[in-house]
Structures are given as structure tokens and as C-alpha cells.
Nanobody, 122 residues
Framework: QVQLVESGGGLVQAGGSLRLSCAAS????????MVWFRQAPGKEREFVAT????????YYADSVKGRFTISRDNAKNTVYLQMNSLKPEDTAVYYC???????????????WGQGTQVTVSS
């Protein structure tokens, strides 16, 4: 398994931007599909964005499409989530996860980070 640590969360005003990072340990990072989920207070965890191990295929939730961009740097063992035009409804704890196949389902990802809080004020 791979160990994951998220960072980059914080408080931002609506319309602002944040970039989340997910640093991974392990020599096989480049073989994993990576995903971002988020969980708002009182709500279930939801899919945000994902791509395959080589970054050629990406999927985004409709709610973030056009505003968020997922990327990876395999040389740095890091995945990023660039979030622009943030809205109060983007407030949540954001989690990255690693899996062996491209998917939008939580059950398909076996390694998870601890999460980073993103708060968007109106």
C-alpha cells in the first residue's frame, strides 16, 4: 500500500483559489490511479476528481467541472487539486486516495490520506 498525506487546505473567500497537495510514499506511486473525494459536514463523502496512473484519462464531478483541475507529478510522488472560483458549497474535508484502477467509487480505493479542511466563506 501507499501512504498519503494531504496539505494545502485553509480558509478562502468565495471566488478564490486553493491548491491541495497529496504526497505519497512508496516506489510504485506511478502505478496507482488517484482520486480526490470530499465530505461536507452532515453529508456523505462524494467524488470530486480522478485520473489514471499515467494521467491520460480524467473524470470530474459535475459540481466542480471547469473549476477544479487534478494533476500529478510522478517524479515528486504528488497529486494536486487546483481549485478555482471556489464557492461556499465547496467547504468540506478533502481526501486523496490511491487505487489500482480508474474509478469514482470509494470502495475501489484502498489507501487514504487523513484529509485537509477547505473552508470557503461567502
Amino acid at each position: 500500500q501507499v501512504q498519503l498525506v494531504e496539505s494545502g487546505g485553509g480558509l478562502v473567500q468565495a471566488g478564490g483559489s486553493l491548491r491541495l497537495s497529496c504526497a505519497a510514499s512508496g516506489r510504485t506511486f506511478s502505478s496507482y490511479a488517484m482520486v480526490w473525494f470530499r465530505q461536507a459536514p452532515g453529508k456523505e463523502r462524494e467524488f470530486v476528481a480522478t485520473f489514471n496512473s499515467i494521467g491520460t484519462t480524467t473524470y470530474y464531478a459535475d459540481s466542480v467541472k471547469g473549476r477544479f483541475t487534478i494533476s500529478r507529478d510522478n517524479a515528486k510522488n504528488t497529486v494536486y487539486l487546483q481549485m478555482n472560483s471556489l464557492k461556499p458549497e465547496d467547504t468540506a474535508v478533502y481526501y486523496c486516495a490511491a487505487g489500482h484502477a480508474l474509478s469514482t467509487r470509494q470502495a475501489d480505493f484502498g489507501s487514504w490520506g487523513q484529509g485537509t479542511q477547505v473552508t470557503v466563506s461567502s
